[in-house]
C-alpha cells in the first residue's frame, strides 16, 4: 500500500529527474588556471565515435582566441573552428563533427590572465 504525499504535510512537490538522452559531456573545465600571455590552454583529445557536434562557452577576463580542432590521427588537426573572444563577455561556439578526433584551445591576448575562467566543452549525439 502506498501513501500519498500529504500537500499540507510535504509543501515540496515532487520533482522527476530529467534526464539528457542523446549528449555527452567531454570535459567541463570550469576553472582553468590564468594562462600567460600568449599561451594557450588545451583540453585532452576526444574520440568523436557517435557524435555529430562539438560545442564550446565560457567566459575569459581577457581577449583571447578560442578553438575546436578536428583530427584524423589524433596528432595533425588541421581543421579548426575559431572564436575570437572579448574580454568579460560571455561566448559560445559549436562546429559540425567531420572527424574522428576533437579538442578544444583557448588562446590567451596580449595580457596576462590574472583569474580562474569558465569554459564547458561538451560532444552532442544526434537529436541532442
Same mark, same amino acid.
Given at each position: 500500500?502506498?501513501?500519498? =504525499?500529504?500537500?499540507?504535510?510535504? =509543501?515540496?512537490? @515532487?520533482?522527476? =529527474?530529467?534526464?539528457?538522452?542523446? @549528449?555527452?559531456?567531454?570535459?567541463?573545465? #570550469?576553472? #582553468?588556471?590564468?594562462?600567460?600571455?600568449?599561451?594557450? +590552454? %588545451?583540453s585532452?583529445?576526444?574520440?568523436?565515435?557517435?557524435?555529430?557536434? $562539438?560545442? &564550446?562557452? !565560457?567566459?575569459?577576463d581577457?581577449?583571447? %582566441?578560442?578553438?575546436?580542432?578536428?583530427?584524423?590521427?589524433?596528432?595533425?588537426?588541421?581543421?579548426?573552428? #575559431?572564436? $575570437? %573572444?572579448?574580454?568579460? #563577455?560571455?561566448?559560445? &561556439?559549436?562546429?559540425?563533427?567531420?572527424? =574522428?578526433?576533437?579538442?578544444?584551445? +583557448?588562446?590567451? !591576448?596580449?595580457?596576462?590572465? @590574472? @583569474?580562474?575562467?569558465?569554459?564547458?566543452?561538451? &560532444?552532442?549525439?544526434?537529436?541532442?
Amino acid at each position: 500500500m502506498s501513501v500519498m =504525499p500529504n500537500p499540507i504535510m510535504d =509543501p515540496i512537490p @515532487t520533482v522527476v =529527474p530529467i534526464q539528457t538522452i542523446g @549528449t555527452h559531456l567531454a570535459c567541463v573545465e #570550469i576553472n #582553468i588556471d590564468p594562462v600567460l600571455n600568449g599561451a594557450t +590552454w %588545451t583540453s585532452m583529445i576526444r574520440s568523436t565515435d557517435g557524435y555529430v557536434r $562539438a560545442v &564550446l562557452m !565560457g567566459i575569459f577576463d581577457q581577449d583571447g %582566441t578560442v578553438y575546436i580542432d578536428q583530427s584524423y590521427d589524433g596528432v595533425n588537426f588541421d581543421y579548426s573552428t #575559431i572564436l $575570437a %573572444t572579448v574580454a568579460n #563577455i560571455g561566448f559560445a &561556439l559549436s562546429a559540425e563533427i567531420i572527424a =574522428p578526433y576533437v579538442r578544444f584551445r +583557448w588562446a590567451n !591576448g596580449v595580457v596576462d590572465d @590574472t @583569474t580562474l575562467n569558465r569554459l564547458y566543452c561538451s &560532444l552532442r549525439s544526434e537529436g541532442a
